[in-house]
């Protein structure tokens, strides 16, 4: 046993009561809600959670996924601009009124999209990523898919639920919380729109305010998304950050827009106050290698640990590594050289494979006869 060379990430794991879902009634104002943990997924509570709804303008969560994926693989560009069409012109609720033929770069509309739950920029960039905004949504099931968001289906970029189709436009809090989780978490430039209260586009001209009041009014807020139709309801997948951990709390179905602010502050207070983000110091590991190039090799954790911790047990976490007493060469980087586990007390709540950080080749037959040589030359002198 020895101590860990780097610091070892360990994140905030579950493994009390509250991990329990359902096991705090919070009475949350909505049809349906969810609490999850944006760097594991975790589930810290759930109240109808894959009922199915209209989640009107909240489905632009998935569009502003789609345009970032995008612009992450290279597909487009922030400076792009986008062509405003008639379709995209004619969308109504909230909109920035774009004119056809009105140009605007993609980073106005998505600062639009984000600030403004702007429909016509919306199916303007669903256009310019897919050609069509009937292409953009075939894009957008595949991806629910992939989530695996199984209580989803989408047939349209903006959530408007003014046509017969819209009626099996449908999706659940913990889809929602899904697609969340996968913007905020591996698309992080989102943020720069996502976080802003008021702005402009149009030069100046167009001014922007944000639909979601918790950016302006809720410590660590980061975004998200707001949503309301007569048929939806007020809904609100919201994310906030406090020391390190991200959290997406999502309502829908409630009464006033007062209910969904007051409900995802509700749970996301829930969610700071009984977790907790711990990063226990730890010291250099390594295994020695004999006939190796090096006299010993790295011992390093095969990925980043994330584990969920209640508050109450922060103190108690430590970290038990057990490790090879020698290696022979050749050394594979990723060879596994030992175990890590991570433990609450004396409760391991995970482990995890040690391995060598680099490669280390064998000696060569001339390399030790060169090393006798040294070591002669070294004993005459």
Not at 119 to 127: G, I, R, T, V
Request: glycine share 8%; with cysteine.
């Amino acid at each position: 046993m020895r101590g860990l060379s780097i610091a070892l990430l360990v994140c905030l794991v579950l493994v009390m009561l509250p991990v329990s879902v359902g096991a705090v009634d919070m009475q949350i104002p909505a049809k349906s809600a969810l609490l999850m943990d944006i760097a594991t997924g975790t589930v810290l509570y759930e109240q109808n959670a894959h009922e199915k709804l209209a989640p009107a303008s909240v489905t632009k969560v998935m569009t502003m996924l789609l345009i970032m994926e995008a612009i992450d693989a290279g597909k487009i560009g922030w400076n792009d601009t986008v062509i405003a069409s008639e379709a995209a012109a004619a969308k109504g609720g909230s909109q920035i009124y774009l004119k056809v033929g009105e140009s605007m770069s993609v980073t106005d509309m998505v600062k639009s999209i984000a600030v403004s739950s702007a429909n016509d920029c919306a199916c303007a960039m669903a256009e310019h990523i897919a050609g069509s905004e009937t292409g953009f949504v075939e894009l957008m099931n595949k991806r629910a898919a992939e989530l695996g968001m199984n209580d989803t289906h989408f047939v349209n970029c903006t959530g408007l639920d003014d046509d017969p189709a819209a009626k099996e436009h449908l999706t659940s809090a913990y889809d929602i919380a899904v697609m969340s989780r996968e913007l905020m978490k591996n698309h992080p430039d989102i943020q720069k729109f996502t976080t802003i209260w008021m702005d402009t586009v149009r030069n100046g001209s167009f001014g922007l305010s944000n639909t979601n009041k918790l950016v302006r009014f809720y410590p660590g807020a980061t975004g998200l998304k707001t949503g309301f139709t007569s048929a939806a309801g007020y809904c609100l997948s919201a994310t906030a950050q406090r020391n390190g951990m991200g959290l997406v709390a999502v309502v829908m179905g409630c009464e006033t827009s007062q209910q969904r602010f007051g409900a995802c502050k509700q749970l996301l207070d829930y969610g700071f106050a009984n977790y907790a983000l711990v990063s226990p110091e730890t010291e250099a590991l390594s295994v020695p290698v004999k006939l190796g190039t090096v006299d010993a090799v790295a011992a390093v954790p095969q990925e980043a640990v994330q584990l969920l911790v209640d508050k109450a047990q922060v103190n108690q976490v430590r970290i038990h590594t057990e490790l090879e007493e020698f290696v022979n060469a050749p050394v594979s980087k990723g060879q596994r050289l030992g175990t890590l586990s991570v433990l609450v007390g004396e409760q391991t709540i995970s482990q995890m494979p040690l391995v060598a950080a680099e490669a280390v080749p064998r000696l060569t037959w001339s390399d030790l006869f060169l090393m006798v040589l040294r070591k002669l030359a070294m004993a005459k002198g």
